[in-house]
């Protein structure tokens, strides 16, 4: 007794002093995670939102597949954000409220009216004043997360409907107000019931308990980390107030699994499970997200849809009971259906392929120290509809090539980009013909030879010398040997096997013929037309040889399209860029490095240019476009590679420019051209759009004239295979040939007279 008399005080003191530093040790863990976690967000990353305004092409069926989308709820009467009806040509709408890099889109009721599938009229119904333009809200297509993967749609306090706030608190902590972090009532009943049992058949856990496991602990049931539990709720509500531990409570309770993806926090489940925003969602949704919390697996509504329901209604009951509710209304709520949305496939983005895009180019054109912000908005060019036409296409279109070939399923396979000419936007990206997964990315990764695809940069690089290359300067298309002093010699030939003899410049160029058009690469020098290549935007380092001027050049498909946006947009290049806008959590624009806008090309002979790229869909290995889709006036080159492994198509119509690649990943023969591969998913994809007719403007410096092509001299229109063609002033033929000597006025150069030339076509 003595020697425990006189080593207990000293024994008691280290235990105290080591249970105060433990517990200090807790403390200073549960206030750094706590600061630094509960708000620790991705950046939200949106599409390009739908604008409407009278004149749009937008068919009231096409704004019903938006607002399916965007989670809307077709109602009798829509009154509160998020809701539609539909009426005989019209609908009428009520958005919801967003903040864009620009402004807030407010809430407004509206009607649309629509004809011959164009959005003709829009009317403020708390107005009726005509409304000129509106915004959707932008699709969320996916999240980029600072420091882990888990998935956050945050919600703050005031934002969170009482009602869901009433049905958590009385079914899992009733006395969340009162007590201090722990409920010691409440875990001598859960014991006593337990025992009783001779199993686990409650628990005693607090809302703090629960969101201390969440936050710091694992679920293991053991009494240490229940000792630390307890602990760590009575630190947490020492330093914060209740409402604050409220909201991280909201925002941090797990409610489900979708694939790698964790569910946290009633802000996003609200979206998982009913695609809808938590403040939209009806009591009997509200109450089966709190039946959730005891065991979102055991009481998964897409998995267990029957045990969900009699969870849900057990809570309405609850609520019900205490007087939270009137019974009527919890009677009514009793009777509606589960009512969850259908799982999408994708895992944490749909768009996976144009996800990647998004990552590359954040960190291009922004600093790294800005991107370590969290919460940030970033608003992108995706179109969705765009995309899903291009996924489309490529899938589709593969699948009939293997059925009508004979090979096996899943050869095959693809890429596709989508840009807009005039912005440098990238409206799609297929990686893939699967494109949900997010797998290795072809639009980005796969260098491929590009075959008759560097043409036109031997062509722009011909026509930006006026004095020595017009568009029916003859170029000899005979066949010829190069040799090199180590003996080896290299013999191209066309892919008809044929040779021509001499060809109007825009015609070798219209029927890709490669002898023609090495001769004419050989007469510029490798070395110019390589550096056209670069000043058309592409910077990967090309080998000089001869045979890079028949597509011995490797390329990606976005490498590709940047090299046909440059000739789309009349020579002017830009980077092509995949966000429009990044804001910070604060609503503050992140300053991006600039993408300047530079003249690459002469704009005349990018127009010459673009009119025998014309040619090509006219008369040319594209001509199938022209029998299907003549009215567009579509630009575009197809591309083969040795042994036809590669198949291509870069095109472009008014407003879009689409690039495709078709192929096998082990590089082996598809036994497809350039036009009865790639060509061939381009067609439906663009056949699948509403998109405008090509119609190039000559710049100034550039006329028309009438010619007889295959014997270069000026001619008039009534002649025998007389084309109107254009040329740089000073170029164009001067003598006249014996049909033309009949009449050699020229066209009267006035603003009547060229409106009148362009109307006439092109190549007639």
Partial sequence: MMILRRFAPPLLVSLLLMFSAYVYYLDVNVRSQFEGRRWAVPASVYARPLELYPG??????????????????????????????????????????????????????????????????????????????????????????????????????????????????????????????????????????????????????????????????????TLWRKFNEAIMALLLELHYDKNEILEAYLNEIYLGQDGQRSIHGFGLAARFYFGRPLQELRLSQMALLVGMVKGPSYYDPRRNPQRALQRRNLVLRLLADRGEMDPRQARAASSEPVGVVPLKVGGITPYPAFMELV?????????????????????????????????????????????????????????????????????????????????????????????????????????????????????DDSPLTLKWPNGDSWSPANYDGESHGEVPLYLALAHSYNLATVRLGLQLGVEEVLDTVQRLGVYRPLNSYPSVLLGAAELTPLEVAQMYQTIANGGFRSPLRAIREVLTAGGEP??????????????????????????????????????????????????????????????????????????????????????????????????????????????QGVHQVWVEPWIGLRSREQCPGAVWLPFISGSEPEEYSGCGAGNVTEPAANPLQRGIDLLKGIFQ
């Fill in 56 to 221: 749009a092409p937008l068919g009231r069926e096409r704004l019903l597949e938006e607002l399916q989308a965007l989670g809307y709820l077709r109602s009798d009467r829509p009154e509160g954000p998020g809701e539609f009806a539909v009426g005989e040509g019209k609908v009428v709408l009520a958005t919801r409220s967003f903040r864009f890099w620009d402004g807030p889109e407010e809430v407004r009721r509206m009607e649309l009216r629509f004809r011959d599938g164009v959005l003709r009229e829009m009317v403020d119904l708390a107005t009726g004043r005509s409304v000129p333009m509106a915004r959707l809200e932008p699709r969320l297509i996916g999240k980029i997360y600072p420091a882990h993967h888990e998935d956050r749609v945050l919600v703050r306090l005031e934002e969170v409907p009482p009602g869901l706030i009433s049905a958590l608190l009385a079914v899992e902590d009733q006395g969340f107000y009162s007590h201090h972090g722990i409920a010691p009532r409440s875990i001598l009943r859960a014991i006593w019931a337990n025992l009783r049992a001779g199993r686990t058949v409650q628990g005693g856990s607090t809302l703090t308990q629960q969101l201390v496991k969440n936050f710091y602990l694992t679920s293991e049931r």
């Fill in 590 to 699: 992140l300053q991006r490095y600039p993408l300047d806008i530079e003249q690459a090309a002469d704009p005349g002979a990018v127009y010459l240019l673009g009119r025998a790229l014309q040619a090509v869909a006219r008369e040319g290995t594209a001509r199938i476009l022209d029998q299907e889709l003549g009215e567009l006036e579509i630009a575009g080159k197809t591309g083969t590679t040795d042994g036809l492994r590669d198949s291509w198509f870069a095109g472009f119509t008014g407003d879009r420019l689409a690039v495709v690649w078709v192929g096998r990943d082990d590089n082996r023969s598809t036994g497809l051209s350039g036009s009865s591969g790639a060509l061939l998913v381009w067609r439906d994809m663009i056949r699948s759009l509403r998109t405008q007719p090509l119609q190039l403007v000559a710049p």
């Fill in 359 to 475: 990552r590359r180019q954040l960190y291009r054109d922004y600093r790294d120290d800005d991107l370590r912000s969290e919460g940030m908005q970033i608003f992108t060019t995706l179109d969705p509809q765009i995309q899903a036409a291009a996924e489309q296409a490529v899938s589709g279109r593969l699948e009939e090539l293997e059925r009508s070939r004979g090979m096996p399923e899943g050869e095959l396979e693809g890429a596709a980009l989508v840009t807009e000419p005039s912005s440098g936007e990238i409206l799609a990206v297929v990686g893939g013909r699967n494109a949900r997964f997010a797998g290795f990315n072809r639009a980005l990764n796969a260098v491929r030879p590009i075959g008759s695809l560097i043409k036109p940069a031997i062509y722009l690089a011909a026509l930006e010398l006026p004095g020595r290359y017009t568009l029916i300067t003859p170029l």
